[in-house]
C-alpha cells in the first residue's frame, strides 16, 4: 500500500471544503428562517460527503464514489429548487457546489488514470 499522493490529499481537502460549505449554508438557512426542504437535503449531502471522506484515505480511495453521488444529486436539487421557488441564494449555492464536485470526480479521474506505459519492456 502507498501513502496518498499530493493530487489525492488536496482533492480530499476540497471535498470537505466543499461539504463544509453546504453545512455553513445550511445553518444560515435557519438563522435567517429560510430553512426548507432544499436546505436540509443539503445538510444531508455534506454529511454524508464528509462521512466518505474517511475511506477515500484507503489505497482504493472508495470514498470518491460520493463525489459524483453528491453533485448529481446537487443539481437535480437545483433543478427542483427552481420549479419551487426555494431561496435564491441556496438555489445557486446548490448548483455552484453540484458543478463542483462533478470537476472533482473529473479532475480525479484524469489524475488517478494510468496512462500508456511507454516503458513496458524496460528492465530494471
Known sequence: MSSLNLMEKRMGWIAALLAVALLTAWMFAVGYNESNWLSWVDLAVGIIVLGGLGSTTSFEMQGTATWPIAGFVLLGLWLFAL??????????????????????????????????????HAHA
Open 83 to 120: 420549479a419551487a421557488g426555494s431561496p435564491i441564494w441556496l438555489t445557486w449555492l446548490t448548483f455552484g457546489i453540484g458543478c463542483a464536485y462533478l470537476l472533482l470526480t473529473a479532475g480525479w479521474l484524469v489524475g488517478a488514470a494510468e496512462g500508456p506505459s511507454w516503458r513496458r
